[in-house]
């Protein structure tokens, strides 16, 4: 279950109408926001610290939000963060542009604040889910990892084990014979058949 207190959600947008509308419906629902005018300010909130999920207006002087997402994107660091766009802007290519500049989604305005909500925790629970798989399979990496060197060191010593009887075999100048009886296997040395 998503525990919403350690969300953290930046919002940006130069209204501040809309900043403050966002800002007050997700901190009433126990996420923490951190609100930010500009797209230029936005970059420097991540540069910071890095939020589990961005909404970001697409209209802004300066620095649109596509070219915010696109830096976001282009930045290992902040590639994974799931940016959600919201813009009155409603064609479809102003969405697939959207899209196109690396966000999982896009809401319209005038917004539902319930659409808001759903979709917001709908994309944190991907991100929580694709966090813990990534965890997961970074130990299970590191399972491999050991284990392989465990069964390297293993055989480096059974190898080490059977050079050793080998050439006690041969110094003994005895007759050995081995036989499995699970397998019905038979193993006799040179030694033993010329004895």
């Known amino acids: 279950m998503l525990d919403k207190s350690a969300c953290e959600i930046l919002v940006v947008d130069d209204t501040l109408a809309n900043l403050k509308l966002l800002t007050t419906l997700l901190t009433e629902q126990g996420y923490q926001v951190r609100p930010a005018s500009s797209g230029a300010l936005a ?11 961005i909404l970001l207006d697409v209209r802004m002087p300066e620095l649109d939000g596509y070219a915010v997402c696109q830096r976001l994107k282009a930045d290992p660091r902040t590639g994974a963060i799931p940016v959600i766009f ?11 542009q959207g899209f196109a500049a690396g966000g999982v989604d896009y809401i319209t305005k005038p917004f539902n604040p319930i659409e808001v909500l759903a979709r917001v925790q709908t994309h944190l629970e991907l991100r929580h889910t694709q966090q813990r798989l990534e965890q997961a399979q970074a ?4 399972r491999v990892i050991a284990r392989t060197a465990e069964l390297a060191h293993a055989n480096r010593a ?3 084990s059977e050079e050793r009887l080998r050439l006690v075999i041969e110094a003994t100048r005895d007759g050995v014979w081995d036989w499995d009886l699970r397998t019905d ?9 010329t004895l």
């Open 185 to 193: 296997e038979l193993f006799c040395s040179d030694r033993w058949y």
């Open 43 to 53: 970059l420097r909130s991540v540069g910071i610290k890095i939020p589990d999920l």
């Open 86 to 96: 919201i813009s009155a802007l409603n064609e479809a290519a102003d969405k697939i």
């Open 139 to 142: 130990e299970l990496e590191q």
């Open 158 to 160: 059974l190898h080490h």
